[in-house]
């Protein structure tokens, strides 16, 4: 197997090679030349891990047998508080997999636990003894769980840029307490789109790299465009798909939905490749908030930017640029020459439209909706009234797309909710939902343990007693020099 950009399927790429690289010289996105079928029935009796090493092999076949058990064993053997590590959870309407038992209690952990260690050995393979470089954009979620799989691991710096006004009180929190030797939490006066704007510039800056080479220092990135991040979000679907089989929920073979909260279309994605390996899923349900440009996208074909940005209360999918979607398009019309204007139109007119056969295809597999704020907050309160359940407000998003999409089809397939964050993550808009009081919020954390009976995660409990050691706040224009600095290389 060989990874191919985007932009040119020229370009061919090792795993370990395009792992380290994050974002390819051409702008475009690494994706793996074919996908090798997977049999469900030899899966049934795996464990998360066992799962994991049969579905990652194939994708990373330039990594031995031991480096994959040993990348498994530094991600999922301590860092999750469940065996399961993804626990499915059932509900009356839906199944629920819980993605958020990680360090951070964010769905970001299953993949940026996993991605470190991926590099180190992609490191090892290309002999290669250069400092990596870990340059992320966050809207919130990706920044805390990022610095927790980067910290302190060796032959690493990572660097984390977030919209200072646009992440919550706790997220910033957790980011700005982060403890390791060779972390940088700095905040941009600006929005994400703006923070990753930015830092994709950084990764493809042919002078900059230059002096990092010289520096002995390459880039990597852990956001979503580095294909070692998707790779691990594929077990998941599988683990939740087979233990509904093993539960006697579905039959071995009967097709389910997955719904997924959206922002840069990772997670989702991943669920499509799960399916081009033979996972059996009918409906991709793609759930966006107010910032619903993927919604209008699905359903005409247009992908225009040119619409407000909005801050909502689900604020890791506030996003405008959606880059993984990129991917889905290759995949779709296998034409490097046909995104790469698409992409370039994007970027000087803030749109594109895509032809008749991938629109098609787009209504056949995906189905578009959205949450407005005030709705994502009825559902939160819906859901713990008839269930006693508590969705932070992006699992909530989806679960109204999924009430949209029943209302529209007829289609009676069990579907699977990815909830993507605790809901003690995101205090302030999940009690205020369920009760109209405010508090402090870990005062509100503490009343929700109460009513719920399930405990808030201890990296969110402690969070109030840490020292805040990030004080830095920048304007977008100063991001590149900023870098330098801190790189030790001059800014011109
Ligand atoms: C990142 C994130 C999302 C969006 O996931 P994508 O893979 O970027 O589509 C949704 N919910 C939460 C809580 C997140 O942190």
Redesign the pocket.
């Known amino acids: 197997m060989k990874y191919i950009s985007t932009r040119n399927a020229h370009r061919q790429l090792s795993a370990s090679q395009a792992i380290l690289q994050g974002l390819s010289e051409d702008q475009g996105l690494f994706i793996p030349d074919k996908i090798v079928h997977l049999e469900l029935e030899k899966c049934l009796n795996d464990d998360y891990q066992t799962l994991a090493a049969r579905i990652l092999a194939p994708f990373l076949n330039d990594f031995n047998e031991k480096q994959i058990q040993k990348i498994l064993h530094h991600a999922y053997d301590h860092s999750f508080d469940t065996d399961e590590i993804t626990p499915l959870v059932h509900l009356k309407e839906v199944d629920v997999l819980e993605l958020f038992h990680g360090p951070t209690s ?3 952990d299953v993949a940026l636990q996993f991605l470190p260690h991926l590099m180190k050995e992609s490191l090892k393979i290309q002999d290669s003894k250069d400092e990596m470089i870990i340059l992320t954009a966050t ?4 920044g805390k769980a990022a610095l927790e799989g980067f910290k302190n691991v060796e032959q690493m710096k990572i660097i984390v840029f977030y919209p200072k006004d646009g992440v919550s009180e706790v997220q910033k929190l957790q980011m700005l307490t982060t403890n390791g030797n060779n972390c940088y939490v700095i905040g941009v006066n600006g929005n994400f789109d703006d923070c990753q704007r930015m830092v994709k510039a950084c990764l493809s800056d042919k002078t900059l790299i230059h002096k990092m080479k010289e520096n002995h220092q390459r880039f990597s990135s852990a956001n ?1 465009i580095n294909v070692g991040r998707l790779l691990p979000q594929i077990v998941y679907y599988f683990k939740a798909y087979l233990t509904m089989v093993k539960n006697q929920q579905i039959k071995m073979g009967e097709k389910i939905n997955v719904a ?9 994605l991943a669920a499509y490749i799960s399916k081009q390996m033979g996972l059996p899923i009918e409906k991709f349900i793609c759930a966006s908030n107010e910032n619903n440009v993927l919604t209008d996208f699905i359903r005409y074909g247009v992908y225009n930017i040119h619409r407000a940005f909005k801050k909502t209360n ?1 604020p ?2 506030d ?1 405008l640029i ?1 880059s ?1 979607l990129e991917r889905l398009l290759y995949f779709y019309c296998e034409n490097d020459e046909m995104i790469k204007e698409m992409m370039e139109e994007l970027a000087v007119k803030g749109s594109y439209e895509v032809n008749d056969l991938v629109k098609k295809k787009l209504l056949k597999d995906f189905y578009g909706g959205y949450a407005t704020q005030e709705e994502t907050k009825q559902i939160i309160h819906e859901v713990y009234e008839k269930e006693n359940y508590l969705l ?1 407000p ?1 699992s909530a998003v989806a679960y109204k797309v999924i009430k949209d999409f029943k209302k529209e089809n007829i289609n009676s397939y069990k579907t699977i909710l990815c909830a ?2 605790s809901p003690y993550k995101f205090m302030e808009t999940v009690y205020t939902s369920i009760t109209n009081e405010k508090a402090d919020e870990f005062e509100m954390m503490k009343r929700c343990e109460t009513k719920i009976k399930i405990p808030i995660p201890s990296n969110l409990k402690d969070l109030k007693e840490k020292e805040i050691r990030h004080h830095q706040n920048i304007e977008v224009k100063d991001m590149k020099k900023v870098l330098c600095e801190l790189l030790g290389v001059s800014y011109d």
């Open positions: 964010a769905f970001k809207s919130g979620d990706t979503s997924v909260p959206t922002g840069n279309f990772g997670n989702i689900s890791s999918m996003i959606s993984n932070d992006h993507t964050a």
